[in-house]
């Protein structure tokens, strides 16, 4: 298990390599004042990973155990949270996207309901007048809660 | 000749500037703590309100240096307690901090670095105070080969960091250096690897690539900690708060030579707190780990980046006070603050406003008493961040990126990129990486190809220019040195025994 | 069983989230006016941004102070396109751009939008290129300069704070060009921003630097560099009073770099007449010349239908100088 992560690494760390030359190679360079130009740094480092990529294929290292399928059916729960903050962000605004991403954050790492709402709402609305007016950061404020405030 | 700074310190100690230089200190360690907004967003965001307030110029400026001082003093806060960079500078000081965090030496872990920070900035003002102008024509005598072979030195001086998987250290600076190719190649505008997105253009953007290489991956990591069933819950009690006398004893020379390494690193336009705070970890790994103990929590390893970051932003000041050349984006935030007040920075600054050329210096030093006694006796309150319980802290984490990133892109890619890279830093950690080689490729890669395209587009082609003056000789030798004695010195001296 | 709670917590959470999206949709619009420098803090847009902001709110022309947001991306090409795609009618917003904005729309660089695409509301303030040298440097005057460079081109190195097509490498172009020397025979180094390429300059790894007046004024001073040209219709007053331009030594090269906004293309002639006036108003005011001054910048007045003519024509000059050396097809 330990062996295949690090050799599977290695096979995408070539193929990771092959797709960098192929788009260095392809680069259209109108004129350059320099004799380098922009292609060959990326080739070399492509040749450089490539050759490194290959000493971990023969000689692999040790890697960190991977977490089973709970705990990977939590870590996606988690990044989805995060998308989901990510795409209603500016939509919703800070406040309310923040409530929701805290609590559901929160609740994942193991507070209770109660808890994980307290948290939600106190940390929302506080950092938001924290970073808004104390510190004069532009937030999205979702406009359409503006009236309200 | 010191006329200057005496009327420096006599403006300084007013107490409206006095006033001034707390609170800037107290904004700045706020600013540097929270990840992504580092310095520069600092004064950019405070500066109109100095101007607004009709703060006299010299008020003004004290304000603005202290709050650049004090975000430099808040960069490490989230590194020790979190391994999350607050800014460029304080990347190299995860290595030792956290693993002292982990060890429940947050409290002296702390305190140390704010002592180590005080050594390297005042070791920096001294200098700035005696050499500023003498130091400056050094530093013009830097060209694009001379930065080449600096770029050279700085990434032979990482092969220290090798340590106990050298083919991954070497894939993760690679892997960094790729990084830093995405974007307009700045020599001959060919767009790279940008995929027809606008938003690559200007690169991968370092705050949206410490924060989710570090962060995004850190509340992974954190997740799993949490749900480890062998009731290993991570974190041991907090251990004592302060800092030791005998601790910070043990690490005066690396103070010191820390702190100058970082002047002059600092001194150089275009290098920054990032580049000061590796070369004097990886110099200071390679003259006093004798036992193999950085990176493990040595309090030295966290004293020299520390040292060397606080040095190198008071470095920065010498080209701009006296050139008028920004060394750092920070620097040039700062000159546009000077301009804003019709004061033009050189050496004229020193004869014909000896209040500002002179209250700047001075408030430096007092900048950095003040965030010295700010620093020690809370570094107490600022551990117990560590005992918050995780469903806090984690949401509070993610806040916080999502602020950093949007503050400064005010844009969704921004932030779809950070939680991408997030995976990938995931990822990496797990696969038994590094994740300092990586930044360190990012940052030193583009520099070093930029710097050898200008060298070679100076001289048409021909590669003598890259060791033709003395300094790119010195540090080619140097680079050579570093990564072949090591290997020889053992042998020599077998040699030598065996015969004897 | 504990991860189908979590499960469940989620979808629900979403579910919420949902029904909160649709309800984001209506926006009404705020009174808050905004300018978005499309850049990082600190740099010349910011600059731009804050202009407006304080001039404003100085004159007392707008109540609520103006909020300057960051969008950095493609020297603009993001907040192009975020003006065009999401914010393509906000009365209240404005974008500050420059002369480097009009280069890059003429290189095709701002992905599949025209420089026709938005509304150009004006200009409040301009500088201008210059052609600086060492002060050991043998030259005197931009003539003998340009007699060197016709004779050896390759043992004079320019250097500027930008890549190639850029508007910092433009000026090396159009004084090459003046030169009778194609701008591709020229050897030019690239810098990341003016500051680093006079470092250069003044450490003579660099023989001629093409930079902006206003960067210069504190070298000016300490008597380290001479400015064989200034790249103005005439001469400047203040500092720059002793510099040529090159007109006068004969050579016809002139870079101004303006600073100025655009609006989005969807917003109401009435939205934007309003603008218009209000910008107009503010340039003729004194405290507003106290600001610009403040910051460099030379005095600079079109506006509206005049100012988008203004940019509509520069783009299509840029564009046939990119073609020409072969930077477009």
Known sequence: MKLAADRLLGIVLIGLAAFVAVQAMQLEVPFSYDPVGPRAFPLGLAILLAALASVLIVKPGTNEAWPGRQLGVKLLLVLATLLVYALLFTKLGFIITSLLAVTSLARMFGAPWGKALLTGGLMAVVSYYLFAHALGISLPSGYWIEPLL | ?500 | MKINKGLSTYAGMLALAGGLLAAGNVQAQSEATECIAPAKPGGGYDLTCRLAANGLEKTGMIDKPMAVSYMPGGIGAVAYNHVNGVRDSDPNLIVAASTGAAVNLALGKFGQYDADDVRWLGALGVDYGAIVVNADAPWQSLDELMEDLKANPGDIAFGAGGTVGSQDWMKAALTAKAADLSPRKLKYVSFEGGGEALAALLGDHIQVFTGDLSELKSQLESGKIRVLAALSEERMGGPYADIPTAAEQGYDVQWPIWRGYYMGPNVSDEAYQKWVERMSQLARSKEFAELREARGLFPMSRFGYEFNDYVLEQVDQFESLAKEVGLKQ
């Open chain 2, 1 to 500: 000749m010191f006329d200057f700074l005496i009327h420096g310190f006599d403006v300084a100690l007013s107490p409206l500037n006095l006033g001034l230089a707390f609170l800037g200190a107290l904004l700045g360690t706020l600013f540097g703590a929270l990840p992504g907004i580092g310095p520069i967003n600092g004064i950019a965001i405070l500066m109109p309100l100095a101007y607004t307030l009709g703060l006299p110029a010299e008020s003004a400026l004290i304000l603005l240096a202290a709050i650049y001082t004090g975000a430099e003093y808040g960069g490490r806060m989230s590194s020790i307690l979190l391994n999350v960079p607050g800014d460029a500078g304080a990347v190299m000081t995860t290595l030792d901090g956290h693993p002292l965090a982990k060890k429940g030496l947050a409290g002296p872990a702390l305190g140390l670095s704010a002592v180590s920070s005080f050594v390297g900035a005042t070791i920096a003002i001294i200098g700035l105070t005696l050499f500023a102008p003498l130091l400056a024509e050094v530093a013009v005598m830097f060209g694009p080969a001379e930065f080449f072979a600096l770029m050279v030195f700085a990434f032979a001086s990482m092969s220290v960091m090798m340590g106990k998987d050298p083919v991954k250290t070497a894939i993760g600076a690679v892997l960094g250096v790729l990084i830093g190719t995405v974007g307009v190649d700045s020599s001959t505008g060919v767009l790279r690897y940008t995929f027809g997105l606008p938003e690559l253009y200007d690169g991968i953007d370092f705050v949206v690539m410490i924060i989710g290489l570090f962060a995004i991956s850190e509340i992974l990591l954190m997740l799993e900690h949490a749900n480890r069933k062998d009731g290993n819950e991570g974190l041991p009690p907090l251990g004592r708060v302060f800092v030791s006398l005998k601790e910070v004893m043990a690490c005066k020379w690396t103070m010191g030579r820390s702190g100058l390494i970082g002047f002059i690193i600092g001194i150089l336009p275009g290098t920054g707190a990032s580049v000061a705070g590796a070369v004097s970890y990886t110099t200071e790994k390679r003259l006093s780990d004798k036992n193999n103990t950085f990176g493990t929590g040595d309090m030295r390893g966290l004293a020299a980046p520390e040292a060397a970051n606080n040095a190198s932003a008071a470095g920065s000041f010498v080209p701009m006070l006296t050139l008028g050349i920004p060394g750092s984006g920070t620097t040039a935030v700062l000159l546009g603050a000077l301009m804003l007040y019709n004061i033009t920075p050189g050496p004229m600054m020193f004869s014909e406003r000896p209040e500002v050329a002179g209250g700047l210096i001075a408030s430096l030093y007092i900048g950095n008493l003040v965030l010295l006694a700010l620093n020690l006796p809370l570094a107490g309150v600022f551990a117990r961040v560590l005992t918050i319980p995780r469903w806090v802290l984690v949401p509070g984490i993610a806040i916080l990126a999502f602020v950093g990133v949007y503050q400064l892109h005010s844009n969704l890619a921004a932030i779809y990129l950070m939680l991408i890279i997030g995976v990938f830093g995931y990822l990496l950690r797990k696969l038994g990486f590094s994740l300092a080689p990586v930044i360190l490729g990012y940052v030193l890669g583009g520099l070093m190809e930029q710097n050898l395209r200008r060298a070679l587009s100076i001289s048409g082609g021909d590669l003598g220019i890259l060791w033709q003056s003395g300094i790119s000789l010195g540090l080619w030798i140097a680079a050579v040195a570093l990564l072949v004695l090591p290997w020889l010195l053992p042998k020599l001296w077998q040699a030598r025994t065996s015969k004897a």
